[in-house]
């Protein structure tokens, strides 16, 4: 395989990822831009559950974990791009709003949608994340064992 | 990429496929009664009851062998979308196969199930142009309970094809669609000519 399909795809990744972690409210925010467009649902928005499983320190046998709900949705644009949303929880307003940015971040105007819509979210999933980190990392807690009396 | 060949499926997911999956009971229930199937959208080349029922019983743990007529592009694509069923070219591993009349001549390598496990046979999904208008047979068996006149088109071949390949519990279960309706004709069902005709032939 070539690199720039490879790029292109990490680059998709990044996007839906970003999407998929966004609140609720930061894309409604976009919801008159993202719909202002003709497009039909593939597959409307639909709730289900899946499996999470994990593996003890990233690389032991793996167990399951538990199952979480997860919302996805494909729409598709007059021209024939179709946009992917998978995230989780049950909000599939979000998920379509997710989809169709998917959709649109293919086209010409990738640029535009990228500094607009994708850019400022990654920043704010960034802070928050910065500032969950900090707030665990305060609570942290050395252990140590004392030299113990016996000999 | 086929992803410009995605066309939506059921309008109500969960419902309709329900609805399909009933309507799907129902016509192995009574052999030779049409049955309303009209919830999927027709797909280039699938008639809604054919896609309907492709909807309501495929999925991952059903590969499903295409006829050359229905093996195009967008079918491919769509079943690949909406149900997630794998699709194989070897008609000895389908559980499912969707065939069109051209095929009926032939139904060799379609697996009968065993005698322990009749269920796994390969299920018959079979698209007819219309589901009347051929010589009536009479339906007896299971389900039925005098006899049911059905006059699917349907040349000789896939009768006797039948015959052959039912050796009861062992054996193919068949639906065939057109447009909204569905018939169904399980491994059951026997088959008698309705007038003597001059050969006065018996099908299983």
Redesign the interface.
Known sequence: MSSAPVALHAARQQWIGVLARAHRGELSGHEAALRDTEY?????P?IGMTLVRGRMGGTGAPFNLGEMSVTRC?V?LAD???GYSYLAGRDKAHAELAALADAHLQGSQQARWLSELIEPLARSQAARRAKKDAETAATKVEFFTLVRGED | MSTTLLQPAFADPVLDAQRSFRAALKALAGPGLVQPLEQAPPLQGLAPASYALCLALLDGDTPLWLAPAFDTPTIRANLAFHCGCAIVSHREQARFALLDDSELGDLQGFDLGNDRYPDQSCTLLIQLPQLDGGRPLAWRGPGIQHQNRVALPLSEGFWRERKARNDFPRGLDAFFLAGHSVIGLPRSTRINCLEPTPLAEEFA
């Open positions: 039909q649902l593939i597959r409307a639909e494909v598709r024939g791009r179709t």
